[in-house]
């Protein structure tokens, strides 16, 4: 598989008000960050904080449906969501893929997975640290070669 992904970058904005967190996003650069970021193609994002790296994710859905879902757990079914919601103002980086229409979803999903996974290992090596708030990580050697390649990428972008 190769392909190119889209890259665009936020500032997100935090703040909690009667035990409820809202937020808002800024965008830096790109004209279609908005589709960008409503689309339900693939994406991996990356939040930031100054230079430390909080948090990797995969997102099939909009990214602000997935932000919705980290904002608003509580704990219920064990998921108490993103560690770094608490902070007031964060970078989101997201790369947007195009969606790999002849791959099963079990498959697609196991790749973007590896790309994830790759890329955390690749903040791990290069910076001495996994991310700060990471939760999970699903590991596997699906498309290896491909994913660290893809990871390879990601992270000169960052």
């Known amino acids: 598989m190769s392909f190119h992904f889209s890259h665009c970058r936020f500032s997100l904005f935090i703040r909690e008000d009667s035990g ?3 937020y808002s996003l800024d965008s830096f650069d790109s004209p279609d960050s908005d589709y960008l970021i409503r689309s339900r193609q693939p994406k991996i994002y990356v939040i ?46 997201v790369f947007v ?15 973007f997975e590896a790309i994830e996974a790759e890329l955390v290992f690749q903040i791990r090596t290069q910076t001495g640290k996994w991310p700060l708030s990471q939760n999970e990580i699903h590991f596997n050697n699906y498309f290896l070669e491909e994913a660290e390649r893809i990871a390879g990428e990601l992270i000169e972008e960052l």
């Open 97 to 111: 893929f195009p969606i790999l229409a002849d791959t099963p979803a079990k498959e697609s999903r196991l790749f």
């Open 48 to 93: 930031k904080s100054e230079e430390d790296f909080l948090y990797v994710g995969y997102a099939s859905q909009s990214l602000i449906t997935r932000l919705n879902q980290g904002f608003r757990a509580n704990g219920k079914n064990g998921y108490h969501g993103y560690k770094w919601k608490k902070l007031e103002k964060v970078e989101v980086h």
């Open 20 to 22: 409820r967190i809202f």
